[in-house]
């Protein structure tokens, strides 16, 4: 688990101070991406550029379905809940949308937020009364993780500091990539091991019987490109159609996130 946030004065830092402090979380994910360091270190820099009641950096797993925390300080029960649920919650579709801005608590509308087991049964008898949830994707677009924030009053997040966490998305999402391709290799059965990340998130969403569109639309990319990828997946596992290639997908305990 990461270190818990520093005692500094984030709030009350100029402008210059935060993006000074951004850069060294840039210097922090670099290392992380080439194994010097871990996800740890990321969040202890990012403390830096705003203050942070709790934390965490988690992992996609698109074969078990499931997030995996690389560092944080939530309590367990809320590390469980972004782990195992926190994709089905109702906000997380908000938070995977094409604008791909991260959401931060203030600005969740009432009404979702009412609906969000998350906020209601997790964050709300922590305490929290802002923070932000940002997911990650890489540079071919995959989703890879996730970046969840916390924190209790009385503090205000300054602009720049919410600014800067949004530049930062693409060196954390690096931070989280890094070694996804082996670990999901590593956790396949050898026949689906050719298969590349990207592949593999198509041949789930095959066992729910959508089609080409609907796929596009839950993975962000183009029905066309969802096609390329089902003639790949089609060609890598000697599969005569997408039929074929959903039963084996389930013979192999694949299947599309909810």
Same mark, same amino acid.
């Given at each position: !688990?990461?270190?818990?946030r520093?005692?500094?004065t984030?709030a009350?830092?100029s402008?210059?101070?935060?993006?000074? *402090?951004?850069?060294?979380? &840039?210097?922090?994910?670099?290392?992380?991406?080439?194994?010097?360091t871990?996800? *740890?270190?990321?969040?202890?820099?990012?403390?830096?550029?705003?203050e942070?009641?709790?934390?965490?950096?988690?992992?996609?797993?698109?074969v078990? +379905?499931?997030?995996?925390?690389l %560092?944080g300080?939530?309590?367990?029960?809320?590390t469980?809940y972004?782990?195992? $649920?926190?994709?089905?919650?109702p906000?997380? %579709?908000?938070?995977r949308?094409?604008?791909?801005?991260?959401?931060w608590?203030?600005?969740v509308?009432? &009404?979702?937020?009412?609906s969000?087991?998350?906020?209601?049964d997790?964050l709300?008898? $922590?305490?929290?009364t802002? @923070?932000? %949830?940002?997911c990650l994707f890489a540079?071919? @677009?995959?989703?890879?993780? !996730?970046?969840?924030?916390s924190?209790?009053?009385?503090?205000?997040?300054?602009?720049?500091?919410? %600014? =800067?966490?949004?530049?930062?998305t693409?060196s954390?999402?690096a931070?989280? =990539?890094?070694?996804?391709?082996?670990?999901?290799?590593? =956790?396949?059965?050898?026949?689906? #091991? #050719?298969?590349?990340?990207r592949?593999l998130?198509v041949?789930a969403?095959?066992?729910?019987? &959508?089609?080409n &569109?609907?796929?596009?639309?839950r $993975?962000?990319?183009t029905?066309?490109?969802?096609g390329? +990828?089902?003639?790949?997946? $089609?060609a890598?596992?000697?599969?005569?159609n997408? =039929?074929?290639?959903?039963?084996?997908?389930?013979? #192999?305990g694949?299947?599309?996130?909810?």
């Amino acid at each position: !688990m990461a270190a818990r946030r520093s005692t500094g004065t984030a709030a009350r830092r100029s402008t210059a101070d935060i993006l000074d *402090a951004a850069v060294d979380v &840039r210097a922090a994910a670099r290392k992380a991406t080439s194994g010097a360091t871990g996800a *740890a270190a990321v969040l202890a820099a990012l403390s830096g550029v705003l203050e942070y009641d709790h934390a965490s950096l988690t992992r996609w797993d698109p074969v078990r +379905h499931r997030h995996t925390t690389l %560092a944080g300080s939530y309590p367990d029960a809320a590390t469980a809940y972004i782990e195992t $649920l926190l994709h089905r919650d109702p906000v997380f %579709a908000v938070l995977r949308g094409p604008e791909r801005d991260g959401l931060w608590l203030r600005d969740v509308p009432p &009404r979702l937020l009412a609906s969000s087991p998350g906020f209601r049964d997790v964050l709300r008898p $922590l305490g929290i009364t802002d @923070g932000v %949830a940002q997911c990650l994707f890489a540079a071919d @677009g995959r989703y890879v993780g !996730m970046l969840n924030i916390s924190t209790r009053p009385p503090r205000r997040t300054p602009d720049a500091a919410r %600014a =800067a966490v949004t530049l930062l998305t693409e060196s954390l999402a690096a931070t989280v =990539a890094a070694g996804t391709e082996v670990r999901h290799s590593d =956790a396949l059965p050898p026949d689906l #091991r #050719r298969l590349s990340a990207r592949e593999l998130e198509v041949l789930a969403e095959l066992t729910s019987g &959508r089609t080409n &569109r609907e796929i596009a639309e839950r $993975l962000y990319i183009t029905p066309r490109t969802v096609g390329t +990828h089902i003639e790949h997946i $089609l060609a890598k596992l000697d599969l005569p159609n997408r =039929a074929a290639a959903a039963a084996r997908a389930a013979a #192999r305990g694949i299947e599309a996130a909810r």
